[in-house]
């Protein structure tokens, strides 16, 4: 069964204080690994999709890696706008996305 | 990136009756949408799988003539939650794929998939 554990369950850091948030998987023929960002009361904001081990993808402040088990999203010199939740998920051979429980980050100024 | 519209956002209904949540792909053509359940301080969670001009498919433990899913064309698909409850309460929340290039060699289509800003469901 395709499984998507992410860690920590919230994080809170300092304006500038630079850090990764974790998100481990099991999946059957991984067809795209996917983060989004979701605002308070919103849709999932799409962010990177990594597809093979080795990958990297770069947008502003954040940084996404995969290998064979888990994915990091670094976050570099976050800034208080950066606050939300984080979410991972996994696509296999299902073809279904299937999420993890996200990590709630609070960026303090 | 692609743009995925809903509405309405916020909805308050009677036990009992019935609601059509509206879910449109604004610049791109979705042969296929996702429905997905939100309960809070929850992630999210697959209801049912359409394809455009064919039956939806549903995930285990959701009842089909309980939310009923219409995917009528290329940019809109419809959930209409039927006989309401209290229960049903929930921020439903749709997302459409968007085919991207073909992997060379490969027997799959890259592709994103984009959501849209939801619908907060409560149900009196």
């Known amino acids: 069964e395709d499984q998507v554990t992410q860690s920590p369950e919230a994080l809170r850091l300092q304006e500038g204080e630079s850090s990764s948030l974790n998100c481990s998987y099991t999946?059957?023929?991984?067809?795209?690994l996917f983060w989004y960002r979701q605002d308070p009361g919103k849709g999932p904001e799409f962010l990177f999709t990594l597809y093979s081990a080795g990958e990297e993808k770069e947008k502003e402040r954040l940084k996404a890696t995969l290998t064979k088990k888990e994915s990091f999203l670094h976050i570099t010199a976050p800034k208080p706008e950066d606050s939300a939740t984080y979410l991972c998920a996994v696509r296999g051979a299902t073809n279904k996305l299937i999420f993890g429980t996200g990590t709630l980050l609070a960026v303090q100024p | 990136g692609a743009v995925v519209s809903q509405h309405p956002s916020w909805v308050i209904c009677k036990s009992g009756t019935s609601v059509k949540i509206e879910c449109r792909s604004l610049d791109f053509q979705a042969t296929t949408m996702f429905w997905y359940r939100q309960f809070p301080k929850q992630s999210l969670m697959l209801m049912a799988t359409s394809n455009e001009g064919s039956k939806a498919t549903y995930e285990q433990g959701v009842e089909k003539d309980k939310f009923l899913i219409n995917h009528a064309s290329l940019t809109l698909s419809t959930l209409t939650v039927t006989s309401a409850h209290p229960e049903d309460s929930s921020f439903y929340i749709c997302s459409a794929r968007d085919h991207g290039q073909g992997l060379a060699g490969g027997s799959f289509t890259l592709y994103e998939q984009y959501f849209g800003p939801g619908t907060r469901l409560t149900v009196t």
């Open positions: 999946v059957s023929g991984l067809r795209g």
